[in-house]
T-cell receptor
Framework: SQTIHQWPATLVQPVGSPLSLECTVE??????LYWYRQAAGRGLQLLFY??????ISSEVPQNLSASRPQDRQFILSSKKLLLSDSGFYLC???????????FGPGTRLTVL | DAKTTQPPSMDCAEGRAANLPCNHS???????VYWYRQIHSQGPQYIIH???NNETNEMASLIITEDRKSSTLILPHATLRDTAVYYC???????????FGKGTKLSVKP
């Protein structure tokens, strides 16, 4: 069966520090991968999606970036965090555009 | 922007059926209706999806009107663990991007 992992589960970082969140998927090949953010009291917002290694599409302008160095690994990064980057970050995968997305447990990021 | 309209909140008694409505009057022919739910502090969980026929799985039933402009998610016997925010999402086949609105906060009460 397929599983999706995210780490860390929680993170507290100072403003201006770098960020690296990792997501890995097991039990499937060539998945579509997604990064979402949920700010406090707000809905989920799609940040990035990827249909293959090295292929990243960005949905909103921001100081975050994403990379997919391996088929089942998706990384969310920032060189300098802002206060507004605080939120609940979720990684998801799907077989293709048509099928449902499965979400990971999320990383709760607090920028102080 | 989300293409769906849902009531912000609903209550349901434990053991009763929970019927969650969703309006999607601008849905186009190749767009599916998806339902997810999010229990507090967890990632969203897929529930069910459909195109035009009614669908049923172990979690819920999805009833889509004939004109496809609205749908209802039915949890046949709600439990306290079904308390969550339920999202109705319309997604086209050529795009894999879910656009989450504010959803319906379902509170199941004993």
């Amino acid at each position: 069966s397929q599983t999706i992992h995210q780490w860390p589960a929680t993170l507290v970082q100072p403003v201006g520090s770098p960020l690296s969140l990792e997501c890995t998927v097991e039990g499937t090949s060539n998945p579509n991968l997604y990064w979402y953010r949920q700010a406090a009291g707000r809905g989920l917002q799609l940040l990035f999606y990827s249909v293959g290694i090295g292929q990243i599409s960005s949905e909103v302008p921001q100081n975050l970036s994403a990379s997919r160095p391996q088929d089942r690994q998706f990384i969310l990064s920032s060189k300098k965090l802002l206060l507004s980057d605080s939120g609940f970050y979720l990684c998801a995968w799907s077989v293709d555009y048509y099928n449902e997305q499965f979400f990971g447990p999320g990383t709760r990021l607090t920028v102080l | 922007d989300a293409k769906t309209t849902q009531p912000p909140s609903m209550d349901c008694a434990e053991g009763r059926a929970a019927n969650l409505p969703c309006n999607h009057s601008t849905i186009s022919g190749n767009e599916y209706v998806y339902w997810y739910r999010q229990i507090h502090s967890q990632g969203p969980q897929y529930i069910i999806h459909g195109l035009k026929n009614n669908e049923t799985n172990e979690m819920a039933s999805l009833i889509i009107t004939e004109d496809r402009k609205s749908s209802t998610l039915i949890l046949p016997h709600a439990t306290l663990r079904d308390t969550a925010v339920y999202y109705c999402i319309v997604k086209g086949g050529s795009q894999g991007n879910l656009i989450f609105g504010k959803g319906t906060k379902l509170s199941v009460k004993p």
